[in-house]
């Protein structure tokens, strides 16, 4: 098993554009000549880990051409809400999508949303918050996002008298990051803006797997491209993703990941398999593996803890793929993190459309090594 440590992305989330009819206001940077386009919008949201909601309070939705705007700049194109509305990016799961509805905008390319959100003052102190299973509501801390808006870097294109189609794709799990050791927390929003599309792949996992720790991804290269949390039937759905070849992958505590590679997506919803079928992976022994990311000095005498990072474990199967099976934002102040990874060996099987999917046991099992980084001077990572 491989620790990656990959600095978290500070984007917005144009996300939360969410569940309102959108008005379009203002104007500016398109053509005058051209005659204006469209952007429909619908959200789906990965499943969170270890949350119950994730509220967020809209206001406003800002949208320019340049991704190096600044907010005081021209040239932005608003869609405002006609009040503030606090919307649950958690009820977006496992295939469900919100339709956001429909703006018009001036034809052009755009690079940049940023999404404002309502101040957690007054009579609205848990505008923005999050819910830990479990727990109480908690405020979350959104840095600049009722000023300037929290900023998401995109590109889209609206073409003169037609519709852009997106599927804005918001991963709770990623984005509430934890504040020292007193449950406090930060909202650093992680999403993905995707052509939408109709193809995409569903299927059944055992319902005797733990509900509450139990998720299917889409993965190509060992990146997470769509996830989802199976209903109480067993189904899972994988939405919208563009042709091409997955690897599907269920992981739940305290069982085997169970992966099923190369399954080809072309233009309509691939059917894996059926309840009669559904995936049970064997029992497995569930580790937790703890640490602290950090940064070294050039001299490598002193350290600080690396607060804006990601870590992940990655599994390597024998002939492949390689295959992502946990992830989680580090401690915003500490630097801490801590996975939950199963021990036991994997199981594969091989698709073949309309036969049923046959399990078997990989001869590799867990490992870890060396940690990779993508910056400079590069953290290391204490592991517990």
């Given at each position: 098993?491989?620790?990656?440590?990959?600095?978290?992305?500070?984007?917005?989330?144009?996300?939360?554009?969410?569940?309102?009819?959108?008005?379009?206001?203002?104007?500016?940077?398109?053509?005058?000549?051209?005659?204006?386009?469209?952007?429909?919008?619908?959200?789906?949201?990965?499943?969170?880990?270890?949350?119950?909601?994730?509220?967020?309070?809209?206001?406003?939705?800002?949208?320019?051409?340049?991704?190096?705007?600044?907010?005081?700049?021209?040239?932005?194109?608003?869609?405002?809400?006609?009040?503030?509305?606090?919307?649950?990016?958690?009820?977006?799961?496992?295939?469900?999508?919100?339709?956001?509805?429909?703006?018009?905008?001036?034809?052009?390319?755009?690079n940049q949303i940023r999404l404002v959100l309502v101040d957690n003052t007054g009579n609205n102190k848990l505008a923005n918050a999050v819910q830990p299973t479990g727990g109480a509501e908690v405020a979350m801390d959104t840095p600049?996002?009722?000023?300037?808006?929290?900023?998401?870097?995109?590109?889209?294109?609206?073409?003169?008298?037609k519709t852009s189609d997106l599927l804005l794709d918001f991963d709770a799990c990623r984005s509430v990051v934890p504040t020292g050791t007193t449950g406090g927390y930060?909202?650093?929003?992680?999403?993905?803006?995707?052509?939408?599309?109709?193809?995409?792949?569903?299927?059944?996992?055992?319902?005797?797997?733990?509900?509450?720790?139990?998720?299917?991804?889409?993965?190509?290269?060992?990146?997470?491209?769509?996830?989802?949390?199976?209903?109480?039937?067993?189904?899972?759905?994988?939405?919208?993703?563009?042709?091409?070849?997955?690897?599907?992958?269920?992981?739940?505590?305290?069982?085997?990941?169970?992966?099923?590679?190369?399954?080809?997506?072309?233009?309509?919803?691939?059917?894996?398999?059926?309840?009669?079928?559904?995936?049970?992976?064997?029992?497995?022994?569930?580790?937790?593996?703890?640490?602290?990311?950090?940064?070294?000095?050039?001299?490598?005498?002193?350290?600080?803890?690396?607060?804006?990072?990601?870590?992940?474990?990655?599994?390597?199967?024998?002939?492949?793929?390689?295959?992502?099976?946990?992830?989680?934002?580090?401690?915003?102040?500490?630097?801490?993190?801590?996975?939950?990874?199963?021990?036991?060996?994997?199981?594969?099987?091989?698709?073949?459309?309309?036969?049923?999917?046959?399990?078997?046991?990989?001869?590799?099992?867990?490992?870890?090594?060396?940690?990779?980084?993508?910056?400079?001077?590069?953290?290391?990572?204490?592991?517990?």
């Amino acid at each position: 098993m491989q620790f990656t440590w990959k600095p978290l992305l500070n984007v917005g989330v144009a996300a939360a554009v969410a569940a309102a009819a959108l008005v379009a206001c203002g104007g500016g940077g398109g053509s005058s000549a051209a005659a204006p386009g469209a952007v429909r919008l619908a959200m789906t949201d990965a499943p969170a880990c270890g949350y119950d909601h994730v509220f967020v309070t809209v206001d406003r939705v800002r949208m320019h051409q340049s991704g190096s705007a600044s907010d005081a700049d021209g040239g932005w194109s608003e869609v405002a809400l006609a009040t503030p509305k606090r919307i649950d990016l958690l009820a977006l799961t496992n295939g469900v999508l919100e339709e956001l509805g429909q703006t018009s905008l001036p034809a052009g390319n755009y690079n940049q949303i940023r999404l404002v959100l309502v101040d957690n003052t007054g009579n609205n102190k848990l505008a923005n918050a999050v819910q830990p299973t479990g727990g109480a509501e908690v405020a979350m801390d959104t840095p600049s996002a009722q000023q300037s808006g929290l900023k998401l870097k995109t590109a889209f294109t609206v073409e003169s008298g037609k519709t852009s189609d997106l599927l804005l794709d918001f991963d709770a799990c990623r984005s509430v990051v934890p504040t020292g050791t007193t449950g406090g927390y930060n909202l650093k929003p992680v999403l993905t803006v995707t052509p939408r599309v109709a193809s995409g792949v569903e299927g059944y996992v055992s319902t005797s797997l733990s509900s509450a720790t139990t998720l299917v991804t889409a993965q190509q290269a060992g990146v997470v491209v769509r996830s989802a949390a199976p209903d109480s039937t067993g189904k899972f759905v994988l939405t919208s993703l563009a042709a091409g070849s997955y690897d599907i992958v269920v992981t739940a505590d305290g069982r085997s990941t169970a992966v099923v590679p190369g399954v080809p997506v072309a233009t309509s919803t691939v059917t894996l398999n059926g309840t009669g079928s559904a995936i049970a992976p064997p029992a497995a022994t569930t580790r937790t593996v703890s640490g602290t990311t950090t940064v070294g000095t050039s001299g490598g005498t002193t350290t600080t803890a690396a607060t804006d990072a990601t870590v992940r474990a990655v599994q390597v199967l024998t002939g492949g793929p390689t295959v992502e099976v946990a992830r989680m934002p580090v401690n915003a102040t500490t630097g801490a993190w801590q996975l939950r990874v199963a021990a036991d060996a994997p199981v594969k099987a091989s698709f073949t459309s309309g036969s049923a999917l046959t399990f078997n046991a990989d001869t590799l099992r867990v490992r870890d090594s060396a940690p990779a980084f993508t910056p400079s001077p590069a953290p290391a990572l204490g592991r517990t």
